[in-house]
């Protein structure tokens, strides 16, 4: 089936560092994907939406010139999280909607977790 | 705005059945089913699209009744596997669709 594959899936960075988030759609062409953010124990809050060849469209209260996103081809979304803080730290996860043989299924990368010390 | 689900949590033992709803406020074109385990992504259960139909997956079922704006999943005969986090991802359609809305989560543990 369809996979989403993010990286890195765990990191650690320095305050006042950037680090960035890459979200591939393995085996279909993704022309949105999706960056969503969760705290401990609390549901999945949709960050941006990505739009391949344009900007992203962010939601309510998300900083977009913190989190840069980049849809730079039909396969690859970044997400850099800019001049990260520790309250930066959580679990990204992007998803991707496969239009094609699938279906209308919407498939989660495996997750990113950030730690920022 | 977010849908909710209910119950927050529940304790099965293995073998007993388990329902978790969501509702939503808003007129809804797919609700999404995922399971999530600690430390985990999400897993995609199934998606229901506007239609009031039923799925089925092995043990696992959902409806989705469009007029009430709510989804009901149905967890039969219950597996220690099935422990984790059930989320409800929720869509409007149109140009919006892939974007989901979530609920806050039913937690699901499965006792011997």
């Known amino acids: 089936g369809a996979v989403v594959s993010q990286h890195p899936s765990r990191v650690i960075c320095k305050s006042g560092t950037s680090v960035k988030i890459e979200c591939r759609s393995l085996d279909f062409q993704a022309t949105t994907m999706f960056w969503y953010r969760q705290f401990p124990k609390q549901s999945l809050m949709l960050m941006a939406t990505s739009n391949e060849g344009s900007k992203a469209t962010y939601e309510q209260g998300v900083e977009k010139d913190k989190f840069l996103i980049n849809h730079a081809s039909l396969t690859l979304s970044t997400l850099t999280v800019t001049s990260a803080h520790p309250e930066d730290s959580s679990f990204y996860i992007c998803s991707a909607r496969d239009g094609g043989a699938f279906g209308n299924t919407i498939y989660f990368g495996e997750g990113s977790w950030l730690t920022v010390v | 705005q977010q849908p909710v689900q209910s119950p927050q949590a529940v304790i099965l033992r293995e073998g007993e059945d388990a329902v978790i709803n969501c509702s939503s406020s808003k007129a809804l074109y797919s609700v999404h089913w995922y399971r999530q385990k600690h430390g985990e992504a999400p897993v995609f259960l199934m998606i229901?699209?506007?239609?009031?139909e039923q799925k089925g997956h092995e043990k696992i079922s959902a409806s989705f009744n469009e007029k009430k704006q709510q989804s009901s999943l149905y967890l039969t005969a219950s597996q220690l596997s099935y422990s984790g986090t059930y989320f409800c991802g929720t869509n409007a359609g149109g140009t919006s669709y892939g974007k989901l809305t979530f609920g806050q989560g039913t937690i699901l543990t499965v006792h011997p």
């Open positions: 229901l699209l506007k239609g009031g």
